[in-house]
């Protein structure tokens, strides 16, 4: 299970890379072609949720609030939630 879990990661971010890699080869050639200044308000916010993207960026729940988040996973679906 882990090899497939890990297999899944590696594509996703395999697949993120090369869609990344292709949206910038267009924005500069399009750029390149057009003569513009690289201060597109759409690409940098584009940028900066890309970088947020990422599961090592910090983002997720602690303390409290993934206490309750486990505690509702738990009402809901017991299976899934082993008590230690």
Avoid: C
């Avoid at 292709?22 to 308000?41: D, H, M, P, Y």
């Avoid at 009402?75 to 230690?84: C, D, L, W």
């Amino acid at each position: 299970m882990l090899y497939l879990d890990a297999a899944v990661d590696r594509i996703t971010d395999d697949h993120r890379r090369r869609f990344t890699d292709a949206v910038e080869a267009a924005r500069l050639g399009t750029i390149f072609a057009s003569g513009q200044k690289q201060t597109n308000r759409a690409y940098k916010a584009w940028r900066r949720n890309l970088e947020g993207d990422r599961p090592d960026a910090g983002a997720g729940l602690t303390g409290d609030a993934l206490e309750r988040a486990v505690g509702v996973l738990a009402a809901f679906h017991p299976e899934y939630v082993e008590h230690v």
